[in-house]
C-alpha cells in the first residue's frame, strides 16, 4: 500500500497514523490518549454531520429555492416543512421543547411504520414462504448450484435447526405440583438441540466479526509500515 | 294482665291462658309435660329430705319473720317463693298517696343520690318507720342468742388470717359437715332498688352501731367460726371488724327491713355476710373441691373494692389454650361487666325485678367482627415463598447500599500476551513480507454467479453504489469492493453513490478516486456521487420511489450543487427511476442498513440485480436472502477469502491480495488463541468440579 505523500495528505496521513495510535493504546487500559481520540472522533462525527445536513439538506430544500425561484417555490409542501423544521428546532430549548414533539411524532410514526411494513412484506413473508420452499428435496436454489444430494442435506439441517430453534424458544410448559416447569423428555433434547443450532449460528457470526476486524486490524498495520517507511525512505 | 292470662317466658308477652304459643314470639307457654309446668311457675320446692337443715332454718325464719309482721298468707296459685318476696316491697310504709314529699319529688326528676334533708322536714309516715325499726333493733338485741360454735366462723376466719401457723385441715376431711344434697337452688334474693335519698334522720352507719337488719351481730370480742364462711367470700377486714363499705352507708336500714332473708350461696358483692346468714349457708358441710380450697386460701385478705363492687369479679377472659382455638377476632375477648350499680334491672321474664342479671340477648346481638371464612387467603407455600421473596427484594430495595469498595487494580497481562501475539503476527508479512501464504483455491459459491453477473450488466446504465458503512470498516469493506470496482471499471460503467450515513459519501470519494485513477475515472463525467441520504428507511423508499425527488444535493459535483444540476451529468442520463440503474451494490457493514435496503428498495430494483458486499460479520445473516428459490438478493461478496479470489479471477492483485498473509497469520493467531483459551477454560472446570466432589 502505497501512500501519497503530498503536503496536505501528509498531515493527513500523519494526524491518521496518530490516531491510529492513540485507539489501539487501549491496550494498556484506559488512558488519555484513547479518550483524546475517542472525543476527536465523536466531535468531528457531530461536526461533519451538522455541516452536512445543513449544506445538503436544509439549504437546498429551505432557503435555495427562495432564492432560485423566490416566491413562486412557496407551496403547500414548501411550508409545512419550514414549520416542521422550526418546531423541531424549538426543542433546543426546554421550555419550547414540548412544541418539537409534533415533528419527532411525524418521524417516529412514519419510521416505524415503514420498519413494520418493510419487514412484514420484505422479510416475514419472503423468508418464511423461502423456508417452506426449501424443504422441498426437488428444488434447487438457482443461485447456489448445489446438487440434489446437498439439497438434501440443506434441507434435513434447515428442517431440524428451525423447529429446535423454536422449541428452544417455546417459554410455556405445564405447571408442577411445586409451580416448576414440567417439560417432556423430548422437548428438552429438541430444546438442546436448538441451542446447539443456535450456538453454531453465533459461533459463525463472532467468526465473521474476528475475521473483519482482523482485516481493519491488518490493513492498520500495514498502513502505519507503510507510512513508516514512507517517512524513513524505505 | 289477669291472673288467668299466661307471660311468655321468652319475650314478657302477655298471652291468653288458654294460650299455647306466644303470639309474638311463637314460644311454647304450656310445657310438654306435666312437671314443667312447676318449673315455669317458679322454682321446685326441694323434697322433704333433700333439702337440709340449712334449708329447713330458712323456711322456719321466714314463717317467723312473717308471723310477727303479720303478713298475708301466700296467695292460692302464686309460687310461695314469689309471695315470700312480696312483702320486701308491700311492707314498707310509705307515705299516703297524693302525700309525696318535695325532696322526693324534687330527687325523682334529677336521680340523684341521696341527699341531707333536715331533721323537722321528716314526715311522720317515715318518722314512724324509723321508730318501728328502732324499737326492732333493741329487741333483736336482747333476743339475740349466744354465739355458738358454728356462728362462731367470723371469730375462725379471724384467728386463721392473723395465725397462719394454724394448720388447716382440708375441706375435704372434714367428715362431721355434711354436704347439702344438691337439689334446687333457692331463689336469689333480689336486689334492693337503687338507694333512696337518705333523710337527715338517718341512722348511724353500720360501721358504728349493729347492723340493721335486725340481725344479730356478734358480741365483741368473740369471732365467728371460719368454718361457716370461707375466705374466698370476699369479706374484707375492714367489714370482719365491723365497718361497712362507703357504698353501703347511703343505703338506708329500711330498705332491707322485713325481707326475708335469702341466704345467697355465693356471697353478694358488696354486702356484708354476717354470721347468721353464715350459720344458715352451713358452707362448712358442702363438700368442697381441692381447687376452691385452694382459692380460699389464697382469698384470706383479699378485700373487695367498696367503690366498684363489679370490679372485683373476674372478668370473662378465655383461657390461652381456648384463645389460640378461636377464630381470629370474632368474639370480643372480654366481656365486660358492669358496676352493680350501673346494671339494669330485669323488665321482663321470670327474672323481672332482678339486677344484675346476665344479658343474654344483648350478649348474643354485641356487635362483632364478621367471621367470613372466605375471605381468608388460602396461601399455599409456594405462594407463601414468592410473597416471602418479594417481600425480601422490597426490602433489599430499601436498604441502603454501602460503598463498593475499590476493585483490585490487576495487570491485565493476558490481554497484553494476546494483544502482542496479534500484533506480532500482523506485522511480520508486511515487515519482513513473510510468511507469505498461498491464496485460497477454493472459490466461494457465489462468486461465479456474481462475476456472470457483472459480465452481463449493460454498459449504457450506471450502477448504484450504496456506500453504508462507518469509517472503521472501511480498512475491510475497500478490500473486499475493491475487486468488484476494479471488475466494473474495466467494463466502462458508469458509477453513481450514494449513501445514508454521512461519512459515507468521502468514503465512497476515496475508493473510487484510489482505484479509479488507474482506469481514468473523473468525477462528474464517469461517476458521480448522489450524496448523503438522510431519513433512514424512509428516504431509502422514497429514494427507491423517485429518486430524482429524494436527493437535494449532490457530493464534490463539479457546478452548484442544485437537483436539476445533479442529475443533468453524463452519468445519470437516461435515470428516471430505481430500476433504471443497471444494478444495485449495497456495500453495509451491519445487518439492519443491508436489511433495510433489501427491504425498502427491493421491490423497487426490477430487472436489475441487487448485489451484496458484506462485512464478514454480517454474511451468515444475508444468505438467507440469497439462497432461497426466490432471491431476494442476487449476489454476495463477503469476506477477505472471497475479495481475493475476486481478483485472482479479474488477474489483477489489489488490497485484498496485499492484506492476506497479514490476515491469514493473525488469524492462525486468533485461533490459536481460542484453542489455548478453551482447553484453560475446560481445565479449570475439571479443576473446580474436582475440588467441588472432593470437598462434597
Not at chain 1, 410448559?173 to 430444546?191: F, W
Not at chain 2, 312483702?87 to 341527699?115: I, N
Not at chain 2, 490481554?415 to 515487515?431: D, E, K, Q, S, Y
Not at chain 2, 482506469?519 to 438522510?534: A, I, R, S
Amino acid at each position: 500500500m502505497t501512500v501519497d505523500l503530498t503536503a496536505l495528505e501528509t498531515a493527513g496521513t500523519i494526524a491518521s497514523a496518530l490516531l491510529t495510535l492513540m485507539v489501539l493504546s487501549y491496550i494498556l487500559g484506559d488512558n488519555v490518549l484513547f479518550r483524546i481520540a475517542v472525543h476527536l472522533f465523536v466531535g468531528v462525527a457531530a461536526g461533519y454531520a451538522g455541516a452536512l445536513a445543513l449544506r445538503t439538506v436544509l439549504y437546498p430544500r429551505l432557503v435555495l429555492p427562495l432564492l432560485s425561484d423566490g416566491f413562486s417555490a412557496i407551496t403547500a409542501a414548501f411550508v409545512v416543512s419550514w414549520v416542521l423544521a422550526l418546531l423541531l428546532g424549538l426543542k433546543a430549548w426546554p421550555s419550547t421543547a414540548w412544541l418539537g414533539s409534533l415533528p419527532m411524532a411525524l418521524l417516529v410514526g412514519v419510521g416505524a411504520a415503514l420498519v413494520v411494513g418493510g419487514a412484514i412484506t420484505g422479510t416475514l413473508v419472503p423468508q418464511a414462504l423461502a423456508t417452506m420452499d426449501s424443504l422441498d428435496p426437488s428444488a434447487v436454489a438457482p443461485l447456489t448450484g448445489e446438487t440434489g444430494f446437498e439439497r438434501v442435506a440443506n434441507v434435513l439441517i434447515l428442517l431440524i435447526g428451525t423447529i429446535s430453534t423454536l422449541v428452544y424458544f417455546r417459554f410455556t410448559a405445564r405447571r408442577g405440583p411445586l409451580g416448576e416447569a414440567l417439560r417432556s423428555p423430548l422437548s428438552i433434547a429438541v430444546s438442546f438441540v436448538g441451542s446447539v443450532f443456535i450456538a453454531l449460528t453465533f459461533g459463525v457470526m463472532y467468526a465473521g466479526a474476528l475475521a473483519a476486524a482482523l482485516a481493519v486490524l491488518s490493513e492498520r498495520i500495514q498502513f502505519l509500515v507503510g507510512l513508516a517507511r514512507g517517512l524513513l525512505g524505505g | 294482665m289477669t291472673m288467668a292470662d299466661v307471660r311468655c317466658p321468652m319475650c314478657s308477652t302477655i298471652n291468653p291462658a288458654d294460650a299455647t304459643a306466644c303470639s309474638v314470639c311463637g314460644a311454647r307457654l304450656k310445657p310438654m309435660i306435666a312437671g314443667e309446668a312447676e318449673s315455669l311457675a317458679g322454682p321446685p320446692e326441694p323434697q322433704e329430705g333433700e333439702a337440709g337443715d340449712w334449708l329447713a332454718r330458712i323456711r322456719s325464719e321466714v314463717e317467723r319473720k312473717a308471723e310477727t309482721s303479720g303478713e298475708a298468707p301466700p296467695r292460692p296459685g302464686e309460687p310461695e317463693w314469689l309471695n315470700r318476696l312480696r312483702p320486701a316491697s308491700g311492707e314498707e310504709e310509705g307515705p299516703p298517696e297524693g302525700e309525696l314529699p318535695e325532696w322526693l319529688s324534687e330527687e325523682e326528676g334529677s336521680a340523684a343520690g341521696p341527699s341531707e334533708a333536715a331533721p323537722g322536714e321528716v314526715p311522720d309516715w317515715l318518722a314512724r318507720i324509723r321508730e318501728r325499726q328502732k324499737t326492732e333493733l333493741e329487741a333483736a338485741a336482747e333476743e339475740a342468742p349466744p354465739p355458738s360454735a358454728d356462728d362462731d366462723w367470723l371469730g375462725r376466719l379471724r384467728r386463721e388470717e392473723f395465725l397462719p401457723t394454724e394448720p388447716e385441715a382440708p375441706l375435704g376431711e372434714e367428715p362431721e359437715r355434711e354436704a347439702p344434697p344438691l337439689g334446687p337452688r333457692p331463689p336469689s334474693r333480689p336486689l334492693p332498688p337503687s338507694s333512696p335519698p337518705a333523710p337527715a334522720a338517718a341512722p348511724p352507719p353500720i360501721s358504728a352501731t349493729a347492723p340493721p337488719s335486725g340481725r344479730i351481730p356478734p358480741p365483741s370480742g368473740e369471732k365467728p367460726a371460719v368454718s361457716q364462711a370461707p375466705p374466698f367470700m370476699g369479706i374484707s377486714k375492714d367489714l370482719l371488724e365491723g365497718a361497712m363499705p362507703k357504698w353501703l352507708e347511703g343505703a338506708g336500714p329500711s330498705s332491707d327491713e322485713g325481707l326475708p332473708h335469702m341466704p345467697a350461696l355465693v356471697a353478694e358483692e358488696g354486702l356484708a355476710v354476717t354470721p347468721e346468714s353464715a350459720s344458715d349457708l352451713q358452707m362448712g358441710s358442702i363438700d368442697i373441691p381441692n381447687w376452691l380450697g385452694d382459692l380460699r386460701k389464697d382469698a384470706g385478705v383479699a378485700p373487695p373494692d367498696a367503690g366498684a363492687p363489679g370490679d372485683s369479679l373476674a372478668r370473662a377472659t378465655l383461657p390461652a389454650w381456648l384463645e389460640a382455638m378461636r377464630p381470629m377476632d370474632t368474639f370480643r375477648p372480654v366481656v365486660e361487666i358492669q358496676a352493680e350499680d350501673a346494671q339494669e334491672v330485669e323488665s321482663a321474664g321470670p327474672l323481672a325485678g332482678l339486677r344484675g342479671v346476665l344479658l343474654a340477648e344483648p350478649v348474643v346481638a354485641m356487635p362483632r367482627q364478621p367471621s367470613y371464612s372466605g375471605a381468608r387467603l388460602e396461601v399455599t407455600e409456594r405462594q407463601f415463598a414468592l410473597a416471602d421473596l418479594i417481600h425480601r427484594m422490597v426490602e433489599q430495595e430499601a436498604s441502603e447500599v454501602g460503598p463498593k469498595p475499590p476493585a483490585r487494580r490487576r495487570l491485565p497481562f493476558s490481554r497484553w500476551a494476546i494483544a502482542g501475539a496479534l500484533f506480532l503476527a500482523v506485522a511480520l508479512p508486511a515487515l519482513l513480507g513473510a510468511p507469505s501464504l498461498s491464496v485460497p483455491t477454493l472459490v466461494p459459491p457465489g462468486l461465479p454467479a456474481l462475476i456472470t453477473l457483472v459480465d452481463s450488466l449493460p454498459g449504457d446504465r450506471p450502477v448504484l453504489l450504496v456506500f453504508d458503512y462507518e469509517p472503521a470498516y472501511a480498512g475491510e469493506l475497500d478490500a473486499v469492493a475493491g475487486p468488484l470496482l476494479e471488475d466494473l471499471m474495466q467494463r466502462d460503467i458508469r458509477l453513481a453513490t450514494v449513501s445514508t450515513r454521512p461519512s459515507g459519501p468521502p468514503l465512497a470519494e476515496r475508493l473510487i478516486r484510489r482505484i479509479g485513477d488507474a482506469h481514468g475515472y473523473l468525477n462528474g463525467q464517469d461517476y458521480v456521487h448522489l450524496g448523503y441520504l438522510p431519513g433512514g428507511p424512509a428516504a431509502v423508499q422514497l429514494f427507491a420511489r423517485d429518486p430524482r425527488e429524494s436527493l437535494a444535493g449532490g457530493f464534490l459535483l463539479a457546478q452548484e450543487p442544485t437537483r436539476r444540476g445533479m442529475w443533468s451529468t453524463p452519468v445519470l442520463a437516461g435515470v428516471q427511476q430505481f430500476s433504471d440503474f443497471g444494478a444495485v451494490v449495497i456495500i453495509a457493514a451491519g445487518t439492519e442498513i443491508a436489511r433495510t435496503w433489501v427491504e425498502q428498495a427491493g421491490p423497487w430494483t426490477g430487472a436489475s440485480p441487487l448485489v451484496m458486499v458484506a462485512s464478514a460479520g454480517i454474511e451468515p445473516l444475508i444468505r438467507p436472502y440469497y439462497e432461497a428459490l426466490n432471491p431476494q438478493v442476487d449476489a454476495v461478496l463477503s469476506g477477505l477469502p472471497a475479495a481475493v479470489a475476486y481478483e485472482q479471477a479479474n488477474g489483477r492483485a489489489g488490497d485484498a491480495r496485499l492484506l492476506w498473509d497479514s490476515f491469514g497469520t493473525g488469524m492462525l493467531v486468533a485461533e490459536m488463541a481460542l484453542i489455548l483459551g478453551g482447553m484453560y477454560g475446560a481445565a479449570s472446570f475439571l479443576l473446580r468440579s474436582g475440588t467441588g466432589t472432593s470437598e462434597s
